[in-house]
């Protein structure tokens, strides 16, 4: 039987990273080009950077919720083996889906918090072309934000799975013996 505290746990760190990767892309940071006081230079000025920290947060929660996830499921390689019943085939692959969103999802986030982290800092002489301030992507936060969201509910479906498969009834104590008894 499936751990409701824990699915309770993990189902809060994951609506928290969703609402974290949403607010990342919300308040990703813009820039636009200013002239120094004495009208030689260009330079971007950057409005707000903490859309890196939202980003990083949804990274740390995901990760923790994964981590909690495959600890208590062993894994899926580790320990006892499972029953071979139709919840040990959904469960591998529904691991490799959840393994696949999550890779995805923490590439997002990390890429769009470090790019957004990063602010350029080049100065042109005043009649040469703009400085490029650049930014994070529309979009990028909330493409981690949609994987943190389909790991979520992949992440659940491959424990409940995998806690069905692993507490399954095996008739007669589980092993497939032949009874040889005294046949009377």
């Known amino acids: 039987m499936a751990?409701?505290?824990?699915?309770?746990v993990v189902s809060i760190l994951d609506l928290i990273a969703f609402g974290l990767a949403v607010a990342a892309e919300q308040r990703r940071s813009t820039a636009k080009i200013q002239q120094d006081s004495e009208d030689e230079y260009n330079y971007c000025v950057y409005d707000s950077d903490i859309s890196t920290g939202y980003g990083l947060g949804a990274f740390f929660l995901l990760f923790a919720s994964q981590i909690?996830?495959?600890?208590?499921?062993?894994?899926?390689c580790c320990g006892k083996a499972l029953n071979p019943t139709g919840s040990r085939a959904c469960a591998v692959i529904l691991f490799i889906f959840c393994w696949i969103t999550?890779?995805?999802?923490e590439a997002c986030l990390l890429a769009g918090s470090v790019r957004n982290g990063y602010h350029t800092k080049y100065r042109t002489i005043f009649n040469e072309e703009p400085p490029s301030c650049?930014?994070?992507?529309?979009?990028?936060?909330?493409?981690?934000?949609a994987f943190v969201f389909f790991t979520g509910i992949v992440s659940q479906f491959y424990y409940a799975s995998y806690s069905k498969a692993r507490g399954a009834f095996q008739p007669y104590g589980g092993e497939a013996n032949v009874g040889m008894g005294a046949y009377k």
Do not use: N, P, Q, W
């Not at 751990?3 to 309770?8: D, F």
């Not at 909690?68 to 899926?76: D, K, P, Q, T």
């Not at 650049?134 to 934000?145: D, H, M, N, P």
């Open 68 to 76: 909690l996830i495959m600890v208590a499921s062993r894994c899926f």
């Open 134 to 145: 650049e930014t994070v992507r529309k979009g990028v936060f909330a493409a981690g934000a």
């Open 102 to 105: 999550f890779f995805i999802a």
């Open 3 to 8: 751990s409701k505290l824990l699915m309770v």
